[in-house]
């Protein structure tokens, strides 16, 4: 019972996605999204604070394409030390409209879905820029532990260029290769 009063606590954040919006922040998406390419690992780089990564570092995700063609969603992280507790959440992903390939929806509990829209994609995959329709939530991805210097630049231009304060991204601690 104890887990999952947490979970859906952990899920509380997400649900105020799919009921607000804010004008200010452009959320077009990638064209294009090859889940088979995009699936496998990515390394948090940096994001907004929310309350269910708060103190969380050396943070991932892991994709996996499940049998029913949905994702498999295993995020990761470390509490308040690349020493800390390891800590793990389960959920799955889907692609709501086949015509908007780079909106995605994700859930951590039950049928609670939330926006997760790939803004910015590298057409190599080496990056990406995750958001949601507000401005609460924002995800700098790389599939390496350390951004290059020049996609961090653009990735950053571009959130900018978005409405998204950058100031407020948290960059992620991360253990090296």
């Given at each position: 019972?104890?887990?999952i009063?947490?979970?859906?606590?952990?899920?509380?954040?997400?649900?105020?996605t799919?009921?607000?919006?804010?004008?200010?922040?452009?959320?077009?998406?990638?064209?294009?999204l090859?889940?088979?390419?995009?699936?496998?690992?990515?390394?948090?780089?940096?994001?907004?604070?929310?309350?269910?990564?708060?103190?969380l570092?050396g943070?991932m995700?892991?994709?996996?394409?499940?049998d029913?063609?949905?994702?498999?969603?295993l995020?990761?992280?470390?509490e308040?030390?690349?020493?800390?507790?390891?800590?793990?959440?389960?959920?799955k992903?889907?692609?709501?409209d086949?015509?908007?390939?780079?909106?995605?929806?994700?859930?951590?509990?039950?049928?609670?879905?939330?926006?997760?829209?790939?803004?910015?994609?590298?057409?190599?995959?080496?990056?990406?820029?995750?958001?949601?329709?507000?401005?609460?939530?924002?995800?700098?991805?790389?599939?390496?532990?350390?951004?290059?210097?020049a996609?961090?630049?653009?990735?950053?231009?571009?959130?900018?260029a978005?409405?998204?304060?950058?100031?407020?991204?948290?960059?992620?601690?991360?253990?090296?290769?």
């Amino acid at each position: 019972m104890k887990n999952i009063v947490k979970t859906i606590l952990c899920c509380i954040p997400f649900l105020g996605t799919a009921c607000s919006s804010s004008d200010d922040i452009i959320t077009t998406t990638v064209k294009q999204l090859d889940l088979e390419k995009y699936v496998g690992q990515w390394y948090e780089v940096a994001r907004f604070d929310h309350r269910f990564e708060r103190g969380l570092v050396g943070c991932m995700a892991n994709y996996s394409i499940n049998d029913d063609g949905t994702v498999k969603v295993l995020n990761t992280g470390y509490e308040d030390s690349l020493d800390g507790k390891y800590k793990e959440s389960e959920g799955k992903a889907r692609r709501p409209d086949d015509s908007k390939p780079g909106q995605l929806e994700v859930s951590f509990f039950l049928w609670f879905y939330s926006e997760y829209n790939v803004m910015e994609l590298a057409d190599d995959y080496r990056y990406a820029l995750v958001g949601s329709k507000t401005d609460n939530y924002l995800w700098i991805l790389s599939r390496t532990p350390q951004l290059d210097p020049a996609d961090k630049a653009y990735l950053l231009n571009q959130a900018k260029a978005r409405g998204y304060d950058t100031d407020k991204l948290i960059w992620v601690q991360q253990k090296e290769e």
